[in-house]
Nanobody, 120 residues
């Protein structure tokens, strides 16, 4: 069984920074792609940043210039660092991973989410 677990959320003041981590564990061959999504009350889940299958990063316009994602393929970890946080960044942040299982089939798995609140 493969697990996706996020960590690093919390309360941050406007203008502050935080780092979210996402770790995949269990039995699988590789992580093909990663993504950070967020969802605030009454809103649809939106992509914040992610890596495609070629490990090329992409960012939502709303966080471009304020966010940096990185991945450690050996440890199966992805991180999201965000700076200059704004109240509108408040949301539950979810990690997704496209995992190639031991049967060589790919599937997208999600973590349980971590709350980020930006407020003074």
């Amino acid at each position: 069984q493969v697990r996706i677990v996020e960590s690093g959320g919390g309360l941050v003041q406007p203008g502050g920074s935080l780092t979210l981590s996402c770790a995949a564990s269990g039995s699988f061959w590789t992580i093909y792609a990663w993504g950070w999504y967020r969802q605030s009350p009454g809103q649809e889940r939106e992509l914040v940043a992610g890596f495609d299958g070629d490990s090329f990063p992409s960012y939502a316009n709303s966080v471009k210039g304020r966010a940096t994602i990185s991945r450690d393929n050996a440890k199966n970890i992805m991180t999201l660092q965000m700076n200059s946080l704004k109240p509108e960044d408040t949301a539950v942040y979810f990690c997704s991973a496209e995992v190639q299982g031991m049967n060589l089939e790919n599937r997208i798995l999600w973590g349980q989410g971590t709350q980020v609140t930006v407020a003074s």
